[in-house]
């Protein structure tokens, strides 16, 4: 009898690749792999960083999971290869990968849609590699203080800052431009910081439990989130009683709203005073390693790592299929 692993042919385990969080890409992947492998799924690692994305094709893999994060994997690029090629993969397609790894451009989208987003203010450099004196002073007095500074297309919290005095403004504008040409300020909100996963497509879609996040000195860095084990994860989350429905629906919306499937994870902050929840981001490749919090959210949802990522692999798809009767 044939096992639920081999049912999913030769699968590639994207993970690694050229971006800043290649790092963590890579102990995302090694745990999707394990998991993978040990459900009887013929599961191997693929490094884009090593190999071309075409030997995908040529090696015969049916299908493949991505676990690569930030640029090159989580913003539409890998996606649109996979399309050309034909192969299945895992997580949103290509157009809604590209808009959500772009904060502003989720940003527009949000407010465009009348979902609750903090202020910001876009700086983009100018033809000589400045960002423009006059507007950078105003900053603060558009968004207020403290604020947030960090680099559009992300994730991790690499080169973010919270601002607190307009003297620092300037060297976190610096931190942020050595990961990005466009540097997003936004609006602080002080309260209580949480995320939530999403599993499936469209209608289907449905959201895991609220992980609330007590991080020391309220400070979620890239440390912090990956390599520190004084970060505090919650889940039950302790919210008052009918937010976690309210956040679980939002963060739906929004998932929805960009079009995202198969799966990914929104990040939510609750402004302490009217406790209004606002949308930070969506990421559309979350992190699988000892710390990331899609397996910690799917485990309170009684859903092993294991079954998690077979649920997510079961999701593999194409944005565009080939009509039948059509040339290859």
């Known amino acids: 009898m044939k096992s639920v692993g081999a049912t999913f042919g030769k699968v590639a385990v994207l993970m690694g690749g050229l971006s800043a ?23 191997h690692a693929f490094d884009p960083a090593e ?11 049916a299908r493949c999971f991505i676990a690569l994060h930030g640029r ?6 890998v996606q649109g290869a996979l399309e050309l090629l034909g192969i299945p993969y895992t997580g949103s397609g ?9 904060k502003v451009m989720t940003k527009r989208v949000m407010f465009a849609e009348g979902l609750p987003t903090p202020g910001y203010v876009l700086l983009q450099r100018d033809a000589r590699g400045a960002y423009g004196g006059a507007d950078i002073n105003a900053i603060p007095d558009q968004l207020g203080l403290p604020l947030i500074v960090k680099p559009s297309r992300e994730g991790s919290s690499l080169g973010l800052t919270k601002v607190t005095d307009r003297a620092g403004l300037a060297e976190a504008i610096a931190l942020a431009a050595r990961l990005d040409a466009d540097i997003l300020c936004e609006q602080f909100i002080a309260g209580d910081e949480v995320t939530c996963p999403v599993l499936g497509t469209g209608a289907a879609a449905r959201a895991l439990p609220v992980i609330r996040i007590v991080a020391p000195d309220g400070n979620y860095d890239y440390q912090n989130k990956y390599f520190t084990n004084t970060t505090q994860y919650l889940v039950p989350c302790g919210l008052p009683d009918g ?5 679980q629906q939002l963060v739906l919306q929004a998932y929805r709203t ?25 990421n559309t490749s979350p992190g699988m390693t000892g710390h990331s919090l899609v397996p910690m959210s799917a485990r309170a949802a009684g859903i092993s790592y294991e079954d998690l990522c077979l649920e997510v692999l079961k999701t593999a798809a194409l944005d565009y299929q080939t009509p039948k009767g059509a040339a290859p």
């Open 72 to 77: 090159f994997g989580e913003d539409g690029t």
């Open 51 to 61: 190999r071309d994305i075409s030997e995908v094709k040529k090696n015969g893999f």
């Open 94 to 102: 290509v157009m809604a990968s590209s808009m959500a790894i772009d």
């Open 21 to 43: 969080e290649r790092e963590i890409s890579l102990m995302s992947g090694q745990g999707v792999l394990q998991a993978l492998c040990s459900r009887g799924v013929d599961a």
């Open 243 to 247: 937010e976690e429905v309210v956040i």
């Open 258 to 282: 960009l079009n995202c499937r198969g799966w990914a994870r929104a990040d939510v902050m609750i402004d302490q005073r009217t406790r209004k929840p606002y949308l930070l981001e969506i």
